[in-house]
């Protein structure tokens, strides 16, 4: 039984990689971070290393177990082996857990089983998050955690020191020098305006493309390996765009990147003056980045991504004026729905003055709620829970 008054020992979590890198990246941000700030032994059960291989190069796809970064990493696999479930399990993304770990939970009693769950800054989150839903036939109960915006919600992942991080590579020429020289570029001149590019396929990239080609300002714009590449190659006429190759139109400077490391993706946004994110992980970084940010949500059949999109744009865009705040709605939803990107340009162009200076003061009230922290808390309230209830069953 949990001790109301101690930390879990050990953690589960369990990942079922949907496609693209979001599941995994947001299970393996929770994994380090639970083990390197609160001491966890943390196991992360994952269907495809491949995917998490990408984010963090020591990670070996063909292993079935291995230690990478104080993390124990374990392929998932089918029948599920033996294995004695952790205190703290955590389902992602509502995934399937095993029916025989199920029954060893429920044997054992000792478990607070959590299903994260996506992000949304929709409203009835709040009237979610911690909802518990007990097993139809065992003994057990899970509880739905929900990241989120607002106190009501589970909050965002977020490292310690990570603000320190950023501050001190944003005020150090010495490390943005040894960032660009990694990718083997010069450090780019002051007015150039740095852009990274993180996209899914998208038919508004050729206008965006044309709108910098066709500006006053130079552009640097920085596209990591992944979906929207083929686009951008294709915009210079290139059929196969790799890493280290680089185009020039006009004013527009375009970089291919290698996708690096998950800890390396976040120097890239703190390098550039303009990020375009995406999904869910990025999304969250590129706010920590507190640098203006173009969100492309990740599609859903039925368009509810529309939705979540405007109910994170309403909160983000609150303390904005009227002008920056439609410029960014302008911008968002064009890129979104894959037209008028390069016609929504100017407006935010214009605005990123004050949508920079917004940023640091948005970040710093998100980073009130910590999701990893909340999550811990929650695990104690449970155990005190169980605790009560057990001594009320004796007495
Ligand atoms: O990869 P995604 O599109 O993931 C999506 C979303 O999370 C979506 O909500 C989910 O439903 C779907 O997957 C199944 O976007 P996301 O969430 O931003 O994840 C990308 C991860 O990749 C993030 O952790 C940052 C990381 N990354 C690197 O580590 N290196 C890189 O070079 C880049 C560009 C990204």
Redesign the pocket.
Known sequence: MTNEREMPRSCDIFCN???????I??C??LARLLTHEHGLAVRLWGDDLGSLA??CHEADAARDIQRCRGVEVRRWVKPFVEAQPAELVIEA?ACKLPQSYIEAMAAQQRSVWINLE??SAEDWVAGCHKLPSPHPSLPLTKYFFFPGFTRQTGGLLLERDLFARRDAFQNDAAQQWAFWQSFGMEMPCAETLKI?L?G?ENDALAGLFDAWANGAQPVLCLV???RILPQAGQYFGDAAPRAGNSYTRGSLQVRV?????????DE?LWACDVNF???????V?AQWAAKPFVWQ??PQHDAVHWQKLQAFLNRYSAPLDAAAEQAVQGLWRAWNSGRGAGQAWPAFAAVRGKLDSCAQGWAQELAENNLALNLLDFYKKIGTMRAFKIEGQQT
């Open positions: 990689v949907i496609d693209n890198y979001g599941d990246g947001v393996w941000r990408r984010l993304f996506y992000l990274s993180f899914y990591p390996e992944g990147l290698p996708f690096v490391e998950q800890e390396g993706y890239l994110v995406r999904g869910e992980d990025s999304c970084r949500i990740y």
